[in-house]
């Protein structure tokens, strides 16, 4: 299913998860900085009000809705993407889930598979649909967004919390394959986020999980740093773990 608006400007960034409250705020700042959008998410009306979205603000962009799990899905947007949009130039691999809560020795396998599936499998297939292209042409950039989940132990979240760890794992080894060929890899690591996640998670852990951290990011302070990575400035970082949590996890 693809939904298409706007005239397209010089170059195209992906963007996984768009319906959701990162994925939204990542894409309307990117069409602010001039990107087209090729928004991606399992869900289709989601999806289509980001567009929207995107489009009042005088962004232009291409909804589809795919699975990130599905690597033939996820492709046939690449190459659909390429044959009549600018090329891609960004990834952001931002779809994720949170599973859920519960001590270690009683988590669901079946809730374990489910999240490494999208945010682990997710990630990397992502990055094989794109890199290909991205080296084929010399210019490119990946933009994991992992968690401070990747750096520290959260109670009870043990699917949520190793799957993190494995997209900064996945981010640092891409990021050593690319950089020959003059392309980046980097992780945004967000400390918990004004919006629907961490409502789940608090219900989910009855609020006793977040007990004691500092306040919450707005998901543009995570847009920001993305828009970071993205430009030219940020030319020689590779392979980084950009914690953006204000000081709730310093080490
Ligand atoms: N919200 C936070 O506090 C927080 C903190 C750190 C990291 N993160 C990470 O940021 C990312 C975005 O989180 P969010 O807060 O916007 O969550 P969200 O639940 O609002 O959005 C997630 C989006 O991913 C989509 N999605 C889920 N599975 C998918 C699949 N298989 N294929 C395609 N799309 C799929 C959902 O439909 C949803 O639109 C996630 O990777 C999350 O782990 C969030």
């Not at 945010?119 to 990946?142: C, D, E, F, K, Y």
């Amino acid at each position: 299913m693809e939904t298409q608006g706007g005239k397209a400007t010089a170059r195209s960034a992906l963007v996984t998860g768009a319906a959701g409250g990162l994925g939204r705020a990542i894409a309307l700042r990117l069409a602010r900085e001039g990107w087209s959008l090729v928004l991606l998410d399992a869900d289709q009306a989601g999806n289509a009000q980001t567009l929207s979205l995107v489009q009042q603000n005088a962004g232009v962009g291409t909804a589809f809705t795919v699975d990130v799990s599905n690597p033939d899905a996820f492709s046939a947007v690449v190459a659909q993407v390429e044959r009549k949009s600018p090329p891609i130039e960004l990834l952001v691999n931002n779809a994720g889930i949170e599973g859920t809560v519960a001590p270690v020795w009683s988590y669901g396998l079946d809730v374990f598979d489910a999240v490494w599936n999208v945010n682990v499998r997710g990630t990397l297939v992502g990055m094989q649909s794109v890199l290909p292209g991205m080296i084929r042409r010399g210019r490119g950039a990946v933009v994991n967004i992992a968690s401070t989940s990747a750096i520290r132990g959260r109670k009870g979240l043990a699917g949520y919390v190793a799957s993190k760890h494995a997209v900064l794992g996945l981010t640092r080894t891409a990021a050593l394959d690319v950089a020959p060929h003059g392309l980046r890899v980097n992780a945004v690591l967000p400390g918990p986020v004004r919006g629907a996640m961490i409502e789940r998670i608090d219900a989910m852990a009855g609020g006793v999980e977040r007990a004691g951290q500092a306040a919450l990011a707005e998901p543009a302070d995570i847009a920001a740093m993305v828009a970071f990575l993205s430009s030219d400035e940020a030319r020689h970082i590779n392979g980084g773990a950009m914690v953006v949590d204000g000081a709730s996890t310093v080490l």
